[in-house]
């Protein structure tokens, strides 16, 4: 059986004794901070399929995100029921919301893609990688190097990453997806 597989098959049939491990680490990582950079990534089985590498340029980061809704602090001043609310409606998904913060955190670096690690009753854990676009072992790597055109700029904020098409409905195409392009806000707009 291949390595990758292996890995694989571990992480959606996990054993007693690797059960104890991840509780371990959970432990841990909620002593860490938000967003921690790390030396090798945690699945790697599906790091490799979203892009990583071992190789200069790459970084890795965990990001961690609160669980449960989006809500303002309570409301202390007047207000009227129409016009605000406690809740956030936001339409952005929670991978999404760690990718824009690692992101935010590591400025010189364009978000590559990301991927869930673990989760508990109040967190979500995400590994983000990030490319050093100005890194010579990235321009001189052929299928890499396309991050460092301008037209890639801050590609996480702008909603081009994976998780960000996701979140947008840019999985579907056609029949029952007429509404989701150019996007939701501006469909049907001239």
Same mark, same amino acid.
């Given at each position: ?14 054993? &007693? $004794? ?9 432990? &841990?990582? @909620? ?9 090798? =990534?945690?699945?790697? &089985? @599906? ?8 190789? =200069?340029? /790459?970084?890795? !980061? ?13 409301? @202390?001043?007047? @207000? ?8 956030? !409606?936001?339409?952005?998904? #929670?991978?999404?919301?760690? $990718?824009?913060?690692?992101? +935010? ?10 991927? #869930?690690?673990?989760? &508990?009753? *109040?967190?979500?854990?995400? $590994?983000?990688?990030? !490319? ?5 072992? /990235? ?7 396309? /991050?460092?055109?301008? +037209?890639?700029?801050?590609? !996480? ?17 056609? +029949? ?7 996007? *939701? $806000? ?5």
């Amino acid at each position: 059986m291949a390595l990758y597989k292996k890995i694989r098959e571990l992480w959606n049939k996990p054993t &007693d $004794e690797s059960a104890a491990i991840w509780n371990q680490r959970l432990i &841990d990582w @909620r002593t860490e901070p938000v967003s921690i950079r790390i030396e090798r =990534p945690t699945r790697l &089985d @599906r790091a490799r399929s979203v892009g990583y590498r071992a190789k =200069p340029g /790459i970084i890795l !980061v965990r990001q961690r995100v609160l669980r449960g809704g989006r809500q303002r602090p309570q409301i @202390r001043a007047g @207000r009227r029921s129409r016009h605000m609310r406690r809740m956030k !409606v936001l339409s952005t998904n #929670y991978q999404w919301v760690a $990718e824009n913060r690692a992101g +935010k955190l590591y400025s010189n670096c364009e978000v590559l893609n990301s991927y #869930y690690v673990a989760q &508990d009753g *109040k967190h979500y854990w995400y $590994e983000v990688i990030l !490319v050093d676009k100005h890194h010579p072992a /990235i321009l001189a790597d052929p299928t890499l190097n396309w /991050i460092a055109s301008p +037209k890639h700029n801050k590609r !996480v904020t702008r909603g081009l990453t994976s998780a960000a098409r996701k979140s947008r409905g840019l999985r579907r195409k056609g +029949k029952g997806a007429e509404k989701v392009r150019p996007s *939701k $806000e501006h469909h049907g707009k001239h």
